[in-house]
């Protein structure tokens, strides 16, 4: 997933810069015809685009998941259960605070998992740069209107209000440069499923532990 994501979030990212070179050298070739440049340029434009198809082609299929009857709060489990190596090692509290009950969404459940999935990471991530003794992550679900929420809010850094649009960008990341992995893809991965799902995510603070504060808003389905 972070593989397919990387590729098309670089193919998004050159395809901007290409199209203005593209439009500058068709404007000299009406200009200025006679330009020796020109045949150099065309060479690069193509030689481009055989390289934008090559990384089109590299990107990976993913196997197609029907949507059928999910119960969030088993989404939640489950991930609380991957997630366990990663926060023992850190030293994390993964705390849940589930509805009792909850009404089902139509949804892929091993897509739904990858996104909370990546926000536990992230999470995981700001606790270490925080560098804080509360090291507590808590995880909330509940009905409401007609919509189901869950929540994700952790003692890490926060994300400052100038940068809660950017982080869904591709290769945006706030994490240090030094740091490896693949920087900025998670959040990307994340609204991609929530589109998806015909869901949405808000980005805020946490009142009652000073990180971030995530919060998923999920229709729910009319069966």
């Known amino acids: ?27 000299l070739k009406r200009t200025n015809p006679a330009c020796p440049g020109l045949v150099a ?10 390289a934008m198809q ?5 990107i990976p299929e ?14 939640i489990r ?23 009950r909850l009404s089902t ?4 459940s091993h897509r739904l998992i990858l996104a909370l999935k990546q926000l536990i990471d992230n999470s995981i991530d700001a606790i270490q740069a925080a560098k804080t003794s509360d090291r507590t992550i808590i995880i909330c679900s509940y009905e409401s209107d007609g919509e189901i929420k869950v929540i994700v809010e952790d003692s890490g850094i926060g994300i400052e209000e100038s940068q809660r649009l950017k982080i869904f960008q591709p ?3 706030t994490k240090p440069k030094h740091q490896t992995g693949c920087r900025g893809i998670g959040l990307s991965i994340v609204q991609q499923v929530l589109n998806e799902h ?20 999920f229709p729910i389905s009319q069966w």
């Open 105 to 108: 969404i139509n949804g892929m």
């Open 198 to 217: 015909s869901a949405t995510i808000n980005v805020s603070n946490s009142e009652r532990l000073r990180g971030a504060h995530i919060c998923l808003t």
């Open 171 to 173: 290769f945006f990341s």
């Open 54 to 58: 090559d990384i089109k082609l590299a």
């Open 1 to 27: 997933h972070a593989m397919q994501e990387a590729l098309m979030g670089t193919l998004h990212q050159l395809q901007g810069p290409f199209n203005m070179i593209e439009s500058a050298v068709r404007i």
């Open 62 to 75: 993913r196997t197609s998941e029907a949507f059928q009857p999910v119960n969030l709060n088993q989404v």
């Open 41 to 50: 340029m065309d060479e690069a434009m193509d030689t481009a685009l055989d």
């Open 78 to 100: 489950d991930v609380s259960d991957i997630s366990t190596d990663e926060l023992l090692k850190s030293s994390s509290n993964l705390e849940l605070i589930l509805a009792p």
